[in-house]
């Protein structure tokens, strides 16, 4: 890596970019973060509902807890902007979240025994699982939005998006395999190495990452700036609302990931009731869906990123059409009988949503730098608040639709497929918002590859 040589001596040096090494480094964060965080969705879920027989609700309410807390996003955003640096609320963050996971473990466990305190401890746990994965997850993708060249910034999604998935993979069937025989003695040995693991690993992998990028410099400026001003939170969130692009990034991000998140739920229930399918069936249909999505996430980072064949903007508008004839089409299959090839449909699913995810967050760091002020992890940690409510609504809206669609029509097929055609009309009210955007995010693009080409800078960290 070498600093840029700035020609104009009254033009402020440009920080350098964050290399292919440092992305890993910070995805190797989000891998530790879905660690931690896959513990709660299945490990901890799975031992309140079948070895205490709690009601499913019980786990779903404490994981709507865990998302309402993220609203809180932009507050943590605004403060790291204020503060200048990223580093401190990754690894505080990551460290609040270790403290949740454990604590979801000990809640658990005291279940057993009292009930109402292990309850009362599992509502505080999850609320420090939210502000973990919000104070962390932000600081992550508003560092990559700062420090990441354009024409990176797609194959920096999909690497962060996939470390975070193979956290989940990886400790799984790691942590399933050390619990056996099943105890709350183990549940608790297990989950705390888990936690602590996390930490420590995502709190090296991060140290001296914003330093090799020379941004300590550039943030104290920012700091001192701000710090003139020192604008009060909802002032500068009032200022970000009332940029159109902003404004449209924010609805946009809430109303597809309403779309994502509401399928997830009820594909699986869809294939056993319209096409017979086996528990063994639909789950590995679920494995198809995701291999799609990853199929889609890579493609998309490679054609961008190394290929040059379109902008993010354009693709994250595709993503959503493609997304929407998708929908359709696994809607298509209640009435096609049972020689319908679902599996195809669900794959092309997955790759229109792996597109249509990778780019919007790809589309996400660039807008996050744009607009006055500069204050990217206030925007980002709007944005995420955006994303957070629509995950923690999707999946309860998508079921609650499809009750009332059972209610209403005779056919249970043809109430999962009514509820298919409305995510897929919601997906294309977004492809309309991400239209819009499309001119404004590309032109925040070519400027950036403009400086960049101007002044070039080594990548390596």
Not at 298 to 321: K, Q, R
């Amino acid at each position: 890596m070498e600093s840029s040589t700035n020609t104009n001596p009254m033009e402020a040096p440009r920080p350098a970019t964050l290399g292919w090494l440092g992305i890993v480094r910070l995805g190797l964060v989000q891998t530790c973060l879905g660690a931690i965080v896959v513990m709660m969705t299945s490990t901890i879920n799975r031992v309140m509902i079948v070895e205490l027989v709690l009601p499913a609700v019980v786990p779903g309410l404490l994981m709507a807890l865990h998302h309402a807390v993220q609203i809180l996003r932009p507050a943590w955003g605004f403060r790291a902007d204020i503060g200048g640096r990223r580093t401190p609320w990754i690894i505080a963050g990551m460290g609040i979240l270790a403290l949740g996971g454990f604590g979801a473990a000990l809640a658990t466990a005291l279940m057993s025994v009292q009930l109402a305190a292990g309850l009362a401890l599992a509502v505080f746990a999850f609320l420090l699982i939210g502000l973990g994965v919000g104070a962390a997850g932000t600081s992550v993708l508003t560092m990559l939005a700062s420090c990441v060249e354009p024409r990176r910034r797609a194959a920096a999604a999909t690497i962060v998006w996939v470390m975070m998935i193979f956290g989940f993979a990886l400790t799984a069937p790691l942590a399933g395999h050390f619990l056996d025989p099943f105890s709350n003695e183990r549940l608790l040995e297990v989950t705390g190495c888990v936690c602590a693991i996390a930490f420590c690993l995502s709190s090296l992998a991060v140290w001296g990452v914003e330093k090799k990028v020379a941004v300590v410099a550039a943030a104290a400026a920012k700091s001192h700036a701000s710090r003139a001003k020192k604008p009060p939170f909802r002032e500068a969130i009032g200022q970000i609302w009332n940029e159109p692009a902003a404004r449209r990034f924010t609805i946009f991000i809430f109303m597809s990931m309403l779309a994502y998140s509401a399928q997830e739920l009820i594909i699986e229930p869809y294939a056993g009731l319209a096409f017979s399918m086996t528990p063994g069936a639909t789950t590995k249909l679920a494995g198809v869906q995701h291999g799609g999505v990853l199929v889609g996430m890579l493609s998309v980072a490679f054609l961008v990123s190394f290929a040059g064949f379109g902008t993010l903007a354009s693709w994250t508008m595709g993503g959503c059409v493609a997304s929407a004839l998708s929908l359709v089409a696994v809607a298509a299959g209640a009435f096609a009988g049972p020689d319908f090839p679902l599996r195809a449909a669900v794959f092309a699913l997955g790759v229109s949503n792996g597109a249509f995810a990778v780019s919007a967050i790809g589309s996400m760091m660039s807008l996050a730098g744009s607009g006055a002020a500069s204050r990217e992890g206030t925007r980002m940690g709007l944005w995420g608040a955006a994303q957070a409510i629509a995950f923690g609504l999707g999946g309860f809206l998508g079921t609650a639709a499809v009750d009332i669609a059972r209610h209403a029509l005779s056919d249970p097929s043809a109430a999962y497929a009514s509820v298919f055609l409305g995510e897929a009309v919601v997906f294309l009210a977004s492809a309309v918002l991400a239209a819009r955007l499309t001119s404004s995010s590309a032109a925040v693009e070519r400027s950036a590859e403009i400086n960049t080409k101007i002044d070039p800078l080594a990548a390596g960290t």
